[in-house]
């Protein structure tokens, strides 16, 4: 087991304190909102383009509009490090409950891409703060326990979320769920004001006040240590995210087309996808402390790579479809959790930036698969567009072997 490592930071809490295990429960209800309404889009694309009067391929490429306002992420993630994560958060809960009020209010593809791009600011922005802030209160040896449990919202929102939203669009519209969404993201911004205040790298904001405008910009792109490794993190992120976007963004399309699925079973097979997400993220909150994390990012990438290699071959019939979904879930969420927990220490006294760039990182995938991964899946079907993730997870393998390190690398082992 790793010994927790040095912090570099300073961490204030208010009288009302609250506990670790409270916080993540608070952080998992909310992420369960914010989650919902990201997948949403996956397997009721086609439903939506239609109640929206639009195609598939310009609703795809409105929702990577969304995921690009993630690159705006690490803006946010400096506001946290030098202004708190508890304003950086509220602020993001704020902006996405606007931006999903447009979207659901929307009656024109100009309207539709205002909201997304609110909601994108405020969901990307406030999920890396969130993974910061509760990083903060725990120590590295249960850091992949923390942020995994957090992650089962991601699962979640498969189970509970979109099952619900299956049965809501099939009994109202598709409007309805979002209006309920920024309901409760509203409604989290004005709780969140009483969670306990944490700053994180007290000498680096003030380090920062006696910097030039020009000097502030050039050092955003620096790190205080562990450069080419953190780097490194981020552009395995970006692999990880766009190659299960490859996929995800055209499953609801591909089981619509090929298995005639209705909106109904949409949200079942929307189901038990979270159950595969479910069981990936307990498996690496389970095994990523023990292992270690980057060797359990090892093991993630080459379950991901033979998963999505496989995927074609299940595309027989609507319950084999379903079930290579299912394992590409399991291997991708299993490898999401420890590529965060990896980022996480990788610049204590720069947790909010690093968090919220890894967001980023993984973002620019996710846009650029939204952007083209439709129009490819209309062009060359699932066969071909399945070499890409592929190649991705490859790629990763080797970024990992060769230029990443874990932090048990640098702590003692029990």
Known sequence: MEKSPPLAEVIEQSDDDISVKKLIGIGL???????????????????????????????????????????????????????????TMRLGLLLGAIGYTIVASSNAIW??????????????????????????????????????????????????????VGRLIAATSWRVPLYLIAGGMFVSAILYGRLPSVEAARESKLKSLHLTPGQQLKSFFIFNENQRSTWSVFFVAFLIMMGAMTIFINY????????????????????????????????????????????SLFMGLIASAIAYFCLPFFDVSLFTAVFGLVLTRIAFEYGVVNILALASEQVPSQRGKVMAMAAASAL??????????????????????????????????????????????????E
Do not use: C
């Open 252 to 295: 609801g399309t591909w089981l619509a087309q090929s298995y005639d699925v209705d909106a109904a079973s949409l949200g079942t097979v929307a189901l038990i996808i979270g159950l595969a997400d479910l069981s990936g993220s307990v498996l690496a909150s389970v095994t990523g402390d023990r292992v270690g994390k980057r060797r």
């Open 111 to 164: 309207m539709t891409a205002i909201g997304m791009i609110f909601g994108g600011l405020g969901t990307f922005s406030f999920v890396p703060t969130l993974q910061a802030y509760v990083s903060a209160r725990l120590p590295y040896r249960q850091r992949a326990k923390g942020l995994g449990i957090l992650e089962y919202s991601w699962a979640l929102s498969g189970i509970i979320g979109l099952f619900l």
């Open 364 to 413: 620019l995938g996710s846009t650029i698969a939204g952007f083209f991964s439709p129009t490819l899946y209309e062009t060359y079907g699932l066969r071909l567009i399945t070499i890409i993730p592929v190649v991705a997870m490859l790629i990763g393998l080797v970024t990992v072997i060769f230029l990443v390190e874990g932090q048990e690398d640098h702590y003692e082992i």
């Open 29 to 87: 209800i909310t992420r369960l909102l914010i989650d919902t309404a990201v997948q949403m889009f996956f397997p009721f694309l086609p439903i939506i383009a239609n109640g929206m009067g639009t195609t598939t391929v310009t609703l795809g490429r409105l929702v990577s509009l969304r995921s690009s306002m993630g690159l705006l992420a690490p803006l946010f993630g400096v506001m946290a490090d030098r202004r708190g994560y508890r304003l």
